[in-house]
């Protein structure tokens, strides 16, 4: 994440801190905005400390502070504005060459040197940052993982939770009923389920949720192997499971257990094979039509 | 002669029938005209879309998006083109935001004109339908004026457009929506508050909100139901959050709220909304911008995997898009809003009429391609 | 032209051979075929303008073509023979495991009953086949050989789509006889006969002395025969049992080419017997609305069929406007809106007249 969005989100929190919430209703790129409002979540908690924290200035940008850790640069750049008489008043000769020496390679091209140290000053900031931003994004994945884990000890497998959460088998069936009956998560919503085929003989199953009453999203994985896919359903909590389940049994292979109707939903119910695996091979013949191979490429 | 059994004739509805809208199979179990449980069977149209998305690149997948709902293309190449803009982090420029917006939202009304159309003829009224058609011509013709297609459109790329606007398709498409606002007037007269229509739409195939919430329905079948959730307002993509305009809600305008009738008014409202934002978008749009100036040299997304939400004109449409860092989709996958429609038919239409059923199955506005992909 | 005319001709004409039994059956069979005739080329016609008030109702032009030989005629008007030749040249098929004698023998009831109605309709004061005394009564009596035909050709199709629509069919037409019937008591009751003839001839003097402007009632029963005789001939809204979009084709699901047009043919022609019925008892017949003018026996003919043409426009014209009814619901219009209404009529136009006069 760039030194600018970070600041922008910290301006962004402030004025809403202070009542001002269009600014962050009214940006229209979701994940800026999506940041915002998980910055805002944390600083809402405790919101003087946030204040005194950032409202000196949002990100120390002026060059003098940063180029104390670094005087050559600062030496060099002052030489390619023109200005050799701090270089030339260097008392240690062993810097004065040094500073000399770089000054003659960051002349051959000023421009991509200015650029170098920008981007040094930037990556600096962004280490520093990036355990602070770490800490604002991670709100709701977070809490969940919390909340499973205090319920239902060794459910959550992954520990870093920022993009989804892999959950355990034997807890699911569990978990989800949890997930959806949970006054603070609701996810009273199961967007989409989806089937994958890792390789290696895994298959997973991601089940994207939302809940309408809070509007939060969550995305849970979970892993079996080829030789025993099997899943406990989820078609009791939240309905529209029954024909996701069907669709991934149908292209995977995967078994949910519990189901009231595991059957083919797309493909003919004799059909034989899983076709959206990797080491998929289509039959030969399906009653007496013989099914072409599919060509590789575009022949 | 075996036992003649008495008590319930199972019936099949299609798949080749008049009023399925595509091949659909429906098995009812019927007890004289009451319906007791309704089995569909999909899968007569499925031409393994997710299994050609692993084998050809990012740019060759969209014209298989087109041919997944056929009535709505646009909508689909732009959840797909969201989606993956979003995935490699690409920013276009405001003349395509809003040509895609003017578009979309084009779609929309043509795509609702056929939707309600046909649910006129499944409850008898002919005429409502042609007339409909002959606005939706119009909109085709526009489209066709743009990019050579009317129906199949493979308009919108990743990180750009294919074609600009022509010349003259800003005056066409105003002299267009002064044609068309008058005649959704004359639609309503004609149709909507028609005492045998309205008996034979309201208080039927009710569904409560939760049901439609945990069934997965969305888009104007969810807000007939009552729920104020649109997600071009409630997650706002591409420059919807700059255009301003209400979301209808059904308000059991004719009996209960979340029956046919409401479902079928919802759609009327939303192409008058439609009209609003397309005449904003045009009023705003920036006259000079390249339609491809953003259009990146190769398509390789980062690792990662993205999911997003577009809303089409029957619900909202998911892209989950997996990556491996190749120019080839590792999976790639798409949560159709009729897919969830059609699963709810079981739920509401049972204990109805045979011709209920069929009025229900009209209302929730299905299209075949988009649940068989 | 009745039967007694033509056989009191012939016997004049050929006075040696007067009372043979030959003379009885062509005088019998002549108007029969006449009459057979007319239909054929009524059918032609109410099926073009079918297409035509169609089209323009639904923004279309319909059938065009450029004359003789291309696409459909000049406007279209070859198109009904081409859709008759088109349905003769077809393949007849009968399923297999549909019972053949009821199959076949379905089409050819319905028409019989749509065509025995003929018999007693008035085209003029002197030409019609047969001057019954029960005119009306007989009409609506042999109209109900409709109702089994239908039940027929729904079940021996061996078809679970037409047995719906047969099954549909029957408790349609069956109910709808009811308020039709009670709707033309008080037309029998004001003109005080049966005879088809004689009603007209109450109504002659004018439109003023047309039965429908008789008393305020009137209008009322006119209307409520009208809608009924509309369901008693499968028409929009009451097409259920054809009814395209829910049971594929309903009852004729399984009849192709010639059978298939016999339901069709018989349908029109119960729109036109039912069409001379409304405007024999309401419409004043074949007397002209000017009490004195045009009313030679031309213009007679003429005013029938264009007072009939107009009821069958309102017809077509309702078809493509308003949807249908589902089942029950026009069941609860039959009996328990129109039932009610009817029999009122029969007390208020009773009470209006002996009161009023």
């Known amino acids: 994440m760039s030194p600018d969005t970070e600041k922008i989100i910290i301006e962004l929190v402030l004025k809403a801190l202070n009542g001002d919430m269009d600014s962050i209703n009214n940006l229209d790129d979701r994940v800026l905005r999506s940041k915002a409002k998980a910055a805002l979540f944390k600083a809402k908690k405790d919101p003087d400390a946030y204040r005194e924290k950032y409202s000196k200035s949002s990100i120390p940008n002026d060059n003098e502070n940063n180029f104390k850790n670094d005087p050559i640069t600062s030496y060099v750049l002052k030489g390619l504005d023109g200005d050799m008489d701090q270089i030339n008043a260097i008392e240690d000769r062993v810097l004065r060459g040094k500073v000399k020496a770089a000054l003659v390679k960051a002349k051959k091209d000023p421009k991509s040197f200015k650029m170098q140290v920008g981007l040094k000053e930037v990556k600096k900031q962004t280490i520093e940052l990036d355990e602070e931003k770490v800490d604002i994004e991670e709100s709701i994945n977070q809490r969940i993982k919390k909340l499973a884990l205090e319920k239902f000890p060794q459910s959550i497998l992954n520990d870093d939770v920022e993009k989804f959460l892999l959950v355990d088998l034997k807890s699911w069936s569990s978990l989800s009923a949890y997930l959806k009956t949970e006054e603070s998560l609701f996810f009273d919503s199961l967007q989409c389920q989806t089937g994958f085929d890792l390789g290696e003989g895994l ?25 025993n896919p099997r899943i406990p359903s989820v078609e009791e909590v939240w309905r529209i499971a029954d024909w996701f389940e069907r669709e991934t049994y149908d292209m995977l292979g995967i078994h949910f257990d519990g189901h009231r109707d595991m059957r083919r939903i797309l493909l003919p119910d004799d059909w034989e094979g899983w076709p959206l695996r990797k080491d998929y091979d289509v039959q030969e013949t399906y009653h007496g039509i013989v099914i072409p191979k599919m060509k590789e490429g575009w022949e | ?106 779609q929309r009304i043509a795509s609702h ?7 006129g003829l499944d409850i008898g009224a002919f005429t409502p339908f042609l007339h409909m058609l002959r606005d939706r011509e119009r909109i085709l013709d526009l489209f066709e004026m743009t990019c050579g297609a009317r129906l199949l459109y493979n308009y919108m790329w990743i990180g750009g457009l294919s074609h600009d606007l022509p010349v003259g398709f800003v005056e066409s498409t105003y002299k267009f929506l002064d044609y068309f606002e008058p005649k959704i007037d004359e639609f309503v007269n004609l149709l909507v508050h028609n005492k045998i229509f309205v008996e034979r739409t309201a208080d039927i195939g009710v569904m409560p909100q939760d049901v439609a919430i945990s069934y997965g329905v969305t888009g104007p079948n969810l807000r007939a139901s009552g729920l104020n959730w649109d997600l071009r307002k409630n997650d706002p993509y591409s420059i919807y959050n700059k255009f301003d305009f209400n979301i209808p809600v059904g308000q059991g305008g004719k009996g209960t709220v979340g029956d046919c009738w409401d479902r079928f008014y919802v759609r009327v409202l939303e192409m008058k909304e439609s009209i609003k934002i397309v005449r904003q978008a045009l009023a705003s749009m920036p006259k000079d911008g390249d339609v491809h100036q953003s259009l990146p040299k190769k398509i390789k997304p980062p690792i990662g995997s993205i999911y997003r939400r577009t809303e089409s004109p029957r619900g909202d449409l998911g892209y989950y898009i997996e990556s491996d860092g190749s120019n080839v989709p590792y999976r790639l996958k798409m949560r159709s809003p009729a897919f969830t429609a059609l699963s709810v038919i079981d739920e509401i239409a049972a204990g109805w009429l045979l011709s209920d059923v069929l009025a229900i199955l009209g209302s929730l506005d299905i299209v075949l391609g988009e649940i068989d992909r | 032209m009745t039967v007694d005319f033509i056989y009191n001709s ?46 323009f109702i639904q923004d279309k032009v319909g059938p065009m073509g450029q004359g003789v030989g291309l696409h459909a005629g000049k406007w279209g008007l070859l198109q009904p023979i081409a859709d008759a030749l088109k349905l003769l040249s077809k393949e007849d098929i009968i399923p297999s495991s549909a019972n053949k004698v009821l199959f076949i023998l379905a089409p050819f009831m319905i028409f019989v009953g749509a065509f025995i109605s003929f018999v007693a309709l008035p085209f003029n004061e002197s030409i019609i086949v047969s001057d019954l005394n029960i005119g009306i009564f007989y009409i609506l009596g042999v109209g109900s050989l409709a109702v089994i035909a239908l039940i027929l050709a729904g079940w021996s199709s061996n078809n679970k789509w037409s047995l719906y629509g047969g099954m549909r069919s029957a408790a349609q037409i069956i109910s709808y006889e009811i308020p039709a019937g009670i709707s033309l008591i008080v037309v029998i009751m004001l003109a005080g006969s049966l005879n088809m003839q004689e009603i007209i001839l109450y109504q002659e003097g004018g439109i003023g002395n047309w039965i429908i402007f008789d008393n305020p009632f009137m209008p009322i029963a006119f209307v409520v025969y009208f809608i009924s005789a509309l369901a008693e001939t499968n028409r929009t809204p009451f097409d259920l049992p054809e009814s395209e979009s829910e049971l594929v084709a309903g009852f004729v699901t399984e009849y192709s080419g010639m059978r298939y047009a016999f339901f069709f043919l018989s349908e029109y022609a119960n729109m036109f017997v039912v069409s001379v019925v409304a405007v024999t008892g309401f419409l004043g017949g074949w007397q002209s609305p000017f009490a004195n003018y045009l009313n030679s026996p031309a213009m007679g ?29 026009l069941m609860h219009l039959c009996w328990k809106v129109f039932l009610p209404i009817g029999l009122f009529n029969i007390f208020a136009v009773a009470i209006w007249t002996v009161l009023i006069g």
């Open chain 1, 203 to 227: 298959l997973e199953a991601r089940y994207n949720l939302h809940s309408m009453k809070h509007d939060h999203y969550t995305e849970i994985r979970i892993q079996v192997t080829k030789d």
């Open chain 2, 1 to 106: 002669m075996g036992v003649i059994r008495g008590e319930e004739m199972v019936l099949n509805i299609g798949p080749q029938h008049p009023a399925t809208h595509g091949v659909l199979r429906l098995q009812v179990k019927t007890d004289g005209e009451i319906v007791s449980e309704i089995k569909p069977y999909i899968g007569y149209l499925h031409r393994c879309f997710e299994k050609h998305c692993e084998n050809v690149t990012y740019e060759q997948v969209l014209p298989f998006t087109d041919r997944c709902d056929y009535l709505a293309s646009m909508t689909m190449n732009f959840g797909y083109v969201v989606a993956m803009e979003e995935l490699m982090e690409i920013r276009v420029n405001d003349r395509v935001q809003h040509i895609r917006v003017v578009m979309a939202e084009l």
């Open chain 2, 113 to 119: 004109l056929l939707g309600l159309g046909a649910f």
């Open chain 3, 10 to 55: 012939l016997v004049a004409f050929f006075p040696d051979w007067a009372n043979k039994d030959p003379f009885l059956m062509i005088s019998m069979l002549l108007p029969l075929v006449a009459t057979f005739g007319f239909i054929t080329i009524y059918a032609l016609v109410v099926i073009y303008a079918e297409l035509k008030v169609s089209s």
């Open chain 3, 301 to 329: 003919l003429f005013w029938m069929l264009s007072k009939t043409a107009f009821l069958i426009f309102i017809m077509i014209w309702i078809r493509w406007t308003v949807p249908r009814l589902r089942v029950d619901q």
